[in-house]
């Protein structure tokens, strides 16, 4: 079994930067592609980055393409999002996942294990 953590959420103005961790634990996601997705209150989960197992390719969703970088270091079984150029209306929880079946999806129900969430704000 997977367990994902999810941390470096917070309170930052628009055009600030954050940088976002998803540590696992129990098994190792080396293996598994990886994404982030996002919540915002009353609405729907949506895809934000996705990466591959080795990390050779990474996929962005368009409002976010640019500011946004998905990485990961399988040797500290730890995937990571830097934040930049932030705009309130990125303002969500977040959270990461690993599939174990599907390369980099960009469909929440294609993940397998997910991480609690972590909350981000931006303010104008």
């Known amino acids: 079994q997977v367990q994902l953590v999810d941390t470096g959420g917070g309170l930052v103005q628009a055009g600030g930067s954050l940088r976002l961790s998803c540590a696992a634990s129990?098994?190792?996601?080396?293996?598994?592609?990886m994404g982030w997705f996002r919540q915002a209150p009353g609405k729907e989960r949506e895809f934000v980055a996705a990466?591959?197992?080795?990390?050779?390719?990474?996929y962005y969703a368009d409002s976010v393409k640019g500011r946004f970088t998905i990485s990961r270091d399988n040797a500290k079984n730890t995937v990571y999002l830097q934040m930049n150029s932030l705009r309130p209306e990125d303002t969500a929880v977040y959270y990461c996942?690993?599939?174990?079946?599907?390369?980099?999806?960009?469909?929440?129900?294609?993940?397998?294990?997910w991480g609690q969430g972590t909350q981000v704000t931006v303010s104008s």
């Open positions: 996942a690993a599939s174990r079946r599907y390369d980099s999806s960009t469909y929440p129900w294609q993940y397998d294990y």
């Open positions: 990466i591959t197992w080795n990390g050779g390719r990474t």
């Open positions: 129990g098994r190792t996601v080396s293996s598994y592609p």
